[in-house]
């Protein structure tokens, strides 16, 4: 054995096991659930393994680590979503969940979820239904139209009407419009996706009727409009959580 052979004092050594964590989190704060604690400890010990040796001896313990991971396991667990108030002056807020339910449609909400429904039951026949035909026919006595689809989006929305009426042919809108909504959600990917061909009218910041005029002259199976709202924000939105 050799004796002078110099010591590792790599930090890392010295960190707790996971399992530790859980045990003496458990004892301090039990109303924690353990997938939250296990998870925030697991988190924290990788970041500090990746951070490497900065010359200490010793890494630190139970009681430096255990503060940190409780308040991680306390975002975790935290209840999602939750209410807000809506301060921006956009009422219908695509961050903040957009319309609130109202009183009937809330307790209709509650009443279906408290046990089993029909969700795809025709209870006339008892075979199995589509879940959209009631709200599909409800849907087309109020509009008019033939048919409805209700979907979860309006990038949905768009993908689907384009690919329907206007697949293979091309399709008109402002340059001004080619715009990025929802955070993922491009005008012209979705055009792409939906199997339409692009044509661009007009500039960035100005496109009028008689640029939409001229491009009849592809024969264009539709005239897209973006609407504004999709993605201009108030410059002093804001929202505050509520109790």
Do not use: C
């Not at 339910?101 to 408290?114: D, I, Y």
């Amino acid at each position: 054995m050799d004796l002078g052979r110099p010591v590792n004092s790599d930090a890392r050594r010295s960190l707790p096991s996971v399992d530790r964590l859980m045990r003496e989190a458990a004892a301090a704060w039990p109303e924690l659930p353990g997938w939250a604690v296990r998870r925030a400890a697991r988190s924290l010990l990788q970041r500090l393994r990746e951070a490497g040796d900065h010359g200490d001896t010793e890494g630190p313990g139970p009681d430096d680590l255990l503060p940190r991971i409780a308040a991680e396991a306390r975002r975790l667990a935290a209840p999602h979503p939750r209410r807000v108030l809506n301060a921006t002056g956009i009422l219908l807020h695509t961050n903040l969940g957009r319309a609130p339910l109202a009183p009937h449609a809330r307790q209709a909400v509650a009443r279906a979820a408290r046990g089993y429904s029909d969700l795809e039951l025709d209870l006339a026949t008892g075979r199995r239904g589509a879940r959209m035909a009631s709200l599909e026919a409800k849907l087309v006595e109020l509009s008019g139209a033939e048919a409805a689809l209700v979907v979860n989006n309006n990038a949905a929305a768009l993908l689907l009407a384009l690919n329907t009426l206007a697949m293979g042919r091309p399709v008109v809108v402002s340059r001004g419009e080619l715009v990025e909504i929802g955070g993922s959600f491009r005008v012209p990917e979705i055009m792409e996706r939906a199997g339409v061909r692009l044509h661009e009218v007009g500039t960035t910041n100005r496109t009028h009727l008689a640029d939409y005029e001229a491009a009849l002259a592809v024969d264009p199976a539709l005239l897209l409009k973006v609407h504004r709202s999709n993605f201009e924000r108030s410059a002093g939105s804001t929202a505050r959580a509520a109790s």
